[in-house]
């Protein structure tokens, strides 16, 4: 399996809904990634997961909660978002010893926020 | 990560082979140059990396000049599937993770 799921392709909530997406791999790669994509704009990174630890957070809004509960998988909660969060929502995995094959991209979320 | 510079959009035939510059004048010594691309709507996919030697596989050729300040993405023969925005990035390959940053890329379009 060489590849990245995510789950649902669409999502349409409201501001005041709780959601979640979904992320898995079976690649036994033990960094995750998820990134933020406005159209016509390059991804924008969010959150590093590396061995199931939050690695980094660039100063995302809590609105946004990742959780990495096992190696396979990786989830975003949102709460309260705003319409300006709509975007497509990326998630990524890769190798974590360094090494020299980049990511592997998951075809994303597209996020509508009404 | 050093950062890189492209131009925002280039044309090329199809058939034709399609040559994507990429400066990164500040690269370090342990920093690896990376490319990917993102076909329309979909997750970016990665393409290719090196660090000094020029470097092929079955998508694409790269590149890197000697003083490592600049590179080549390369196409051997573009096709209307090869339109896509393509991202050159340079990054330390030494971490338990990766932090990969995007620029804008060079939005390439494959005429027929």
């Known amino acids: 399996d060489t590849e990245v799921t995510q789950t649902p392709k669409h999502l349409v909530m409201g501001m005041t809904n709780k959601k979640s997406l979904k992320c898995e791999q079976h690649m036994g790669h033990r960094a995750m990634y998820w990134y933020k994509q406005k159209a016509k704009k390059p991804p924008e990174l969010m959150f590093v997961?590396?061995?199931?630890?939050?690695?980094i957070n660039e100063s995302v809004p809590s609105r946004f909660s990742p959780e990495c509960p096992n190696s396979s998988l990786l989830n975003l909660h949102l709460h309260a978002l705003q319409p300006e969060d709509s975007a497509l929502y990326l998630c990524?995995?890769?190798?974590?010893?360094?090494?020299?094959?980049?990511?592997?991209f998951g075809s994303g979320t597209r996020l509508t926020v009404v | 990560d050093a950062k890189t510079t492209q131009p925002p959009s280039m044309d090329c035939a199809e058939g034709r082979a399609a040559n994507l510059p990429c400066n990164h004048s500040?690269?370090?010594?342990?920093?690896?140059v990376y490319w990917y691309r993102q076909i329309h709507s979909q997750g970016p996919q990665y393409i290719i990396h090196g660090l000094k030697n020029n470097e092929t596989n079955e998508m694409a050729s790269l590149i890197i000049t000697e003083d490592r300040k600049s590179s080549t993405l390369i196409l051997p023969h573009a096709t209307l599937r090869d339109t896509a925005v393509y991202y050159c990035?340079?990054?330390?390959?030494?971490?338990?993770?990766?932090?990969?940053?995007f620029g804008p890329g060079t939005s390439l379009s494959v005429i027929p």
């Open positions: 997961y590396s061995y199931e630890k939050l690695s």
């Open positions: 990035i340079v990054r330390v390959a030494l971490a338990s993770y990766d932090k990969v940053i």
């Open positions: 500040t690269i370090s010594g342990n920093e690896y």
């Open positions: 990524a995995s890769s190798q974590a010893d360094g090494g020299g094959y980049g990511y592997t």
